[in-house]
């Protein structure tokens, strides 16, 4: 995708030169190591139209000055979380890996084997139960700083979790209108608080562009045909300084708002998704994460990434930030940091791409290729240890089975296509058979000469 597709206020860059200039691992900004303007920055009240103008192209940008992100900024100390709505005995769920790599892993289609891309042979993560204070004495010792092989700690605050969210952000909700409102009255109401003063109206209005589908409101069981529509609260991330989440795409649109420490953002788009070698079988634990190691790329291996192109953004107290769907992006906690989301309906912009990039992913990780059989080449920039012999040897018995099935189910459409055209052939005869012999019955019956 070239810069002629994209906003005048959206840069891309080759994302081998950005890692090249900064590495995943170094924690430290260098200088111009934000590319400052490759990411659009608007105010929440000052820039309206500009806002409007990157929502409807479907377009990563950052917004500031949202009033509800400002004030969780200035509240939210350890001391209010600590003592308050995060109070022990409250405990939460912490992901804890043997490097600072993460990726979201579906239990189910990992067959409740958990696994996380990490350096040397620490592949596996664990879910624990902690306290805000057991996981920020854990997590901010002085072994998981710098030092990508130590432990690493990421805390993830469900909404069900963090009811008080709903309160403390609403900002970050879906718009909550009256029951049995019609699309067409809530699409006015949604015009109205957008053409508003943002200083008076619900900066939700402005926020949330999905607040019109009916996937963007919570169901309730035994409600029948009926949907209760109300605000959906946001969830939580809280990582300690290194930890890596894995590049990846989300179906949904995503909104982060980053209210202490900073992160690094690299954002792709879908069009080079396929660069990315995002794996897309859909059974297995990688699915929708890329298989390349961004902290040590290898070009060699990976071919087709020397063309990705990414823009770079640092987040900072306040920022929020607005990721379309399919839109892969690769984050980096530089210090201790959390950040809020809210997820909505998918879009149609990028979907094509997006479900190419996976079918071809799918095929590759059937076929065998060892790039998708190998995740050892995660940590150790190539090496294929001990965790990528598990994965494929969990992985081969699948594959063997997909490729008996295919073949099965192929000579059973081959047989009975043949046996089709037999059948065919066989009563084509039968029938000309039968008719020779009514032809021979008509003929006159002639004596001999004597």
Not at 160 to 181: D, K, N
Not at 272 to 279: Q, T
Not at 438 to 447: A, C, K, Q
Request: glycine share 10%; hydrophobic share 40%.
């Amino acid at each position: 995708m070239g810069e002629g597709t994209l906003p005048r206020s959206m840069r891309l860059r080759p994302l081998v030169e950005l890692l090249g200039s900064w590495n995943a691992s170094c924690l430290e900004v260098p200088a111009g190591g934000d590319a400052a303007g490759m990411v659009p920055r608007v105010h929440f009240r000052e820039d309206r139209g500009e806002v409007m103008r990157l929502l409807e192209a479907e377009m990563p940008f950052v917004m500031h000055g949202v009033p509800d992100v400002d004030a969780a900024c200035a509240r939210w100390t350890d001391e209010y979380l600590g003592s308050g709505p995060m109070a022990p005995p409250k405990t939460f769920a912490v992901t804890v890996s043997g490097s600072h790599r993460f990726m979201y892993r579906n239990p189910k289609a990992a067959r409740g084997a958990g696994w996380g891309p990490a350096a040397g042979s620490a592949s596996r993560t664990e879910t624990r139960r902690m306290t805000l204070g057991e996981f920020r004495e854990r997590g901010l010792g002085d072994l998981a700083w710098h030092d990508p092989g130590d432990v690493h700690y990421y805390l993830q605050l469900g909404a069900r979790e963090a009811e008080w969210l709903r309160e403390e952000m609403p900002s970050l909700q879906t718009l909550s209108f009256e029951a049995g409102a019609t699309a067409k009255s809530r699409r006015a109401r949604l015009k109205q608080l957008r053409q508003g003063d943002p200083g008076e109206q619900d900066a939700a209005a402005l926020l949330q562009v999905d607040a019109l589908d009916e996937d963007a409101f919570e169901s309730v069981e035994g409600s029948g045909d009926r949907r209760r529509q109300e605000r959906r609260a946001p969830d939580g991330r809280w990582a300690t300084p290194g930890v890596v989440a894995e590049c990846h795409l989300d179906f949904s649109r995503n909104w982060v708002a980053v209210v202490r420490g900073h992160r690094r953002y690299l954002l792709i788009p879908p069009t080079h998704c396929e660069s990315l070698y995002v794996d897309g079988e859909p059974t297995s634990p990688l699915y929708r994460h890329s298989v390349v190691d961004l902290t040590c790329p290898d070009v060699d291996v990976f071919p087709l990434l020397g063309r990705a192109e990414a823009a770079q953004v640092v987040l900072g107290p306040g920022d929020l930030l607005f990721i379309p769907s399919y839109w892969l992006h690769y984050i980096v906690s530089l210090d201790e940091s959390l950040q809020l989301n809210i997820r909505s309906r998918m879009a149609v912009k990028g979907k094509r791409e997006a479900d190419r990039c996976l079918e071809h992913g799918r095929l590759r990780a059937r076929l065998g290729d060892p790039r998708f059989l190998a995740p050892g080449e995660f940590g150790d920039g190539g090496g294929r240890g001990a965790a990528a012999s598990e994965f494929s040897s969990a992985l081969a018995p699948r594959h063997l089975l997909s490729l008996s099935l295919v073949l099965t189910w192929g000579a059973v459409v081959a047989g009975t296509a043949v046996a089709g055209v037999v059948a065919v052939l066989w009563r084509a005869h039968r029938a000309f058979v039968r008719r020779g012999k009514r032809r021979l019955r008509t003929l006159p019956r002639t004596s001999p000469a004597p």
